[in-house]
T-cell receptor
């Protein structure tokens, strides 16, 4: 069974640009969550999508947005990039009603 | 609100020595508790989890953790550390029922000396 996949694995952008990250969950998993990981702040929850609806949202500015498609694949978008957005962005998926998340390898975003 | 504290930012052990990583949580009831491991450049892998029942939980890679309600702790242990255990370890607490979103600790970096 394939794990959670994230593309691309690495990205370099400049301030002011926007970026879209993609996450494909494990087959059968309908919940997808996104996290930002930085050395200073640790792992912070961004948002969770379930059946194409945002179910939970963390404390991030509106520049961070996401969506989920009917096949449960999810994308997150960051507009007007700032230097502080440099981070590892992790995606996690889970089965309906499950209490365990499975993480992808992450996308390393560097903002110059 | 739930929170997790991992008091040790770094821990250094010799290969073959025992290991204990500390985790304290704050939650109003019995939480769901997790330990994850992250190797460099990788995502998080679940080592073990506690939902209820036996307070001593066995996980993968020879790890175990003990839930102590009186101390609000969920410490991770391994009797003999291998060089491949060098990684970042995260404790997390989740809310039973409903939409499950865990809160993670800041992590403990494990360094293993040969």
């Amino acid at each position: 069974k394939a794990g959670v996949t994230q593309t691309p694995r690495y990205l370099i952008k400049t301030r002011g640009q926007q970026v879209t990250l993609s996450c494909s969950p494990i087959s059968g998993h309908r919940s997808v969550s996104w996290y930002q990981q930085t050395p200073g702040q640790g792992l912070q929850f961004l948002f969770e999508y379930f059946s194409e609806t945002q179910r939970n949202k963390g404390n991030f500015p509106g520049r961070f947005s996401g969506r989920q498609f009917s096949n449960s694949r999810s994308e997150m978008n960051v507009s007007t990039l700032e230097l502080g957005d440099s981070a590892l962005y992790l995606c996690a998926s889970s089965r309906p009603g499950a209490d365990e998340q499975f993480f992808g390898p992450g996308t390393r975003l560097t903002v110059l | 609100a739930q929170s997790v504290t991992q008091p040790d930012i770094h821990i250094t052990v010799s290969e073959g020595a025992s290991l204990e990583l500390r985790c304290n949580y704050s939650y109003g009831a019995t939480p769901y508790l997790f330990w994850y491991v992250q190797s460099p450049g990788q995502g998080l892998q679940l080592l073990l989890k506690y939902f209820s029942g036996d307070t001593l939980v066995q996980g993968i890679k020879g790890f175990e953790a003990e839930f102590k309600r009186s101390q609000s702790s969920f410490n991770l242990r391994k009797p003999s550390v291998h060089w491949s255990d060098a990684a970042e370890y995260f404790c997390a607490v989740g809310s039973p029922g409903g939409s499950y979103i865990p809160t993670f600790g800041r992590g403990t970096s494990l360094i293993v000396h040969p």
